[in-house]
């Protein structure tokens, strides 16, 4: 949501005067009813969001941990750079998690695979994309990567 910013000295004035007022209101609230105050103020505060806190930090480290070692110089990284060089980073990781969350590993290989082939730069030039030799090459890499994150994650 575009918050419209005042352009007046008196709606600049109003709009602090009425932050102040927000502040005290939510001081005179906690001074008034304690911890009971935070009831007024926060929407799901006897939801589940504590249990569930750990599970958002941890699809943070993954995305952390698969964004590092792309930008490593580890060689299966590099490798990967080379077939599909030109796409953001942001959405390889992204994909590269998507992968992973299929359960089987074979399922997994298939994915990153799948990837390897629609987003490489071969398959989009259609040089080399229906290369045996190249489907071969593509399947390995799909195994050394996955190989490669699964002991990242681990």
Excluded at 3 to 15: A, F
């Amino acid at each position: 949501m575009l918050k419209n910013n005042p352009t007046g000295c008196q709606e600049r004035l109003e709009d602090f005067l009425q932050a102040v007022e927000s502040a005290q209101k939510l001081q005179n609230d906690i001074i008034k009813y304690g911890l009971e105050a935070a009831h007024f103020y926060v929407e799901d505060l006897d939801g589940d969001w504590l249990e569930k806190w750990s599970e958002d930090e941890e699809e943070q480290n993954i995305t952390e941990h698969i964004t590092n070692f792309l930008e490593s110089g580890d060689p299966v990284a590099v490798k990967l750079w080379e077939r599909i060089g030109d796409k953001p980073l942001t959405k390889i990781v992204s994909e590269l998690e998507r992968c992973l969350s299929f359960s089987k590993r074979a399922e997994q290989i298939f994915a990153i695979k799948d990837f390897l082939l629609h987003n490489s730069k071969a398959g989009r030039n259609n040089s080399t994309a229906n290369d045996g030799y190249d489907l071969v090459n593509l399947v390995n890499l799909a195994e050394e990567l996955l190989e490669k994150l699964t002991d990242i994650l681990d």
